[in-house]
Each structure stands twice: as C-alpha cells, then as structure tokens.
C-alpha cells in the first residue's frame, strides 16, 4: 500500500427509535504501517469552524483506535467484545461516551484495505445506537469506489 491513499469512511447509526442516519465521506490520507499496526491520518473541516481536527486512526484485526485533536479531542477505542468509556470534548462541553464494540475485522489486499466495525454507543451511561462503520483505504492513484 502506498502512503497517499483515499479514506472513505460510511457511517451507519440505528437509534433507540430504530431511524437510520448515514454518514459517507471520501479525505485524502497517509497511510503507515508499523509493529504489525496500520495507521491512516487525515485533518477533517467541520463546517463553521475555521480550526480543522486532526484523525489518526490505528487498527489491527480486532481493534481500532481512533483519536481526534484540534475543534474536538477524543481518544475512542474500540476492542471486540469489550467496553471502553472515554471524554468527548467538543467546542459546545464535553461528553461521556461509552463503546461496546461487538465486532471489527480488518480484509487486507496489496491496493485495499477494508475495515468493519459494529458497536453500540452510549452516551452519559444510557444506550444511544447501534453503530456500523466501513473504511475503505485505497492507493490514491487508484481512485475511490464506495461498495
């Protein structure tokens, strides 16, 4: 895999209503590989805000990190089959999160990274959704399909 590759991140949200809420978003990255880790950093710019937050994701078969700094901080870990709690802060206060991450997988192939993540999240101890999450990591030459 090449250091500049594309990110596509698509989002799923299932709330306690069962509505869906989809999320999809296509960033340029960097890509690394390093102690049997793969790591992908990108900045992200929320609308409104002139300050930008940096991402760096660090994924393994089983588990992902992802930690944001800039506009928000947070270090969230999602491990199979077990419960992490962790601080959201956001420009409007913080928040306590929790995830129960039931499921990540990770499918390698020498240009395409995928990976799986399915995770109930809380918020302030009370279950707010059942989440899924879906990275596509692909060399930037090659382009970007959204499956």
Do not use: W
Not at 31 to 54: A, C, L, P, R
């Amino acid at each position: 895999m090449t250091k500049d590759v594309l990110l596509a991140i698509r989002g799923l949200q299932f709330d306690v209503d069962q509505d869906e809420n989809k999320i999809e978003t296509i960033n340029p990255a960097q890509y690394y590989n390093k102690n049997d880790h793969h790591y992908v950093v990108y900045d992200e710019v929320t609308e409104g805000f002139s300050e930008s937050t940096k991402n760096i994701i660090k994924f393994k078969e089983h588990s992902m990190d992802l930690t944001k700094r800039g506009l928000v901080n947070v270090h969230m870990v999602f491990e199979e089959n077990k419960k992490n709690m962790t601080s959201y802060s956001t420009p409007y206060g913080n928040i306590l999160i929790g995830i129960d991450a039931k499921k990540v997988t990770c499918t390698e192939e020498e240009e395409h990274i995928r990976v799986d993540v399915e995770y109930a999240l809380e918020v302030n101890y009370e279950h707010l959704a059942d989440c899924k999450i879906q990275m596509n990591i692909r060399a930037r030459e090659a382009g970007m399909e959204l499956s």
